[in-house]
T-cell receptor, first 116, second 112 residues
Framework: GAVVSQHPSRVICKSGTSVKIECRSL??????MFWYRQFPKQSLMLMAT?????????EQGVEKDKFLINHASLTLSTLTVTSAHPEDSSFYIC????????????FGPGTRLTVL | SQQGEEDPQALSIQEGENATMNCSYK?????LQWYRQNSGRGLVHLIL?????REKHSGRLRVTLDTSKKSSSLLITASRAADTASYFC????????????FGAGTQVVVTP
């Protein structure tokens, strides 16, 4: 149990386009979902925390108008990278935690975004 | 900013040897967690140790926590080639419930 999926796994887009990444908890209800980005050979940096039905909380330095997060249901959160630029190329990973869980986050497999 | 600092940054060992990596952090924590990541993949949760615990075991993994020194160690015993991965510590601090701050990671290579 506690499987998290991400779609797409890989996306290549032109500069200026918007890209939507989906994060789904497949077999549990995720009260909270987290979005991270990871540059090559670096650690994960938390971008934002989203709770179902409320606005996401962004970490310092993360532009909320550029990285739109929607957590419309207990099993789905989406991250939209708007007007993507090459510097947005990164590995985006979501995670989900469930109510009553032991503070454990379950991670998705990640989405590799390449902006040309 | 990163909460955790890990050392070594990279570790190369042979199968059967033990691998030890350390994590230090700066602020008070509720718990500390260790994850592994295979190249280009998501993270797999390995073990969680709470602030009031000092040691925990899970299979070939042994984790220690010293809150007075704000440090933790992960020991992998009798390593296997399949243990090749990056290992990250992550802390849930007392002032940011639910959010994790990750260390820089240790890249472990186990050669047959």
């Amino acid at each position: 149990g506690a499987v998290v999926s991400q779609h797409p796994s890989r996306v290549i887009c032109k500069s200026g386009t918007s890209v939507k990444i989906e994060c789904r908890s497949l077999d549990f209800q995720a009260t909270t979902m987290f979005w991270y980005r990871q540059f090559p050979k670096q650690s994960l940096m938390l971008m934002a925390t989203s709770n179902e039905g409320s606005k996401a909380t962004y970490e310092q330095g993360v532009e909320k108008d550029k990285f739109l997060i929607n957590h419309a249901s207990l099993t789905l959160s989406t991250l939209t990278v708007t007007s993507a630029h090459p510097e947005d190329s990164s590995f985006y990973i979501c995670s989900a935690s469930r109510a009553g869980g032991a503070n454990e986050q379950f991670f998705g497999p990640g989405t590799r975004l390449t902006v040309l | 900013s990163q909460q955790g600092e890990e050392d070594p940054q990279a570790l190369s060992i042979q199968e059967g040897e033990n691998a030890t990596m350390n994590c230090s952090y700066k602020t008070s924590i509720n718990n500390l967690q260790w994850y592994r990541q295979n190249s280009g993949r998501g993270l797999v949760h390995l073990i969680l140790i709470r602030s009031n615990e000092r040691e925990k075991h899970s299979g070939r993994l042994r984790v220690t926590l010293d809150t007075s020194k704000k440090s933790s160690s992960l020991l992998i015993t009798a390593s296997r080639a399949a243990d090749t991965a990056s290992y990250f510590c992550a802390t849930e601090t007392t002032d940011s419930w639910g959010k994790l701050q990750f260390g820089a990671g240790t890249q472990v290579v186990v050669t047959p």
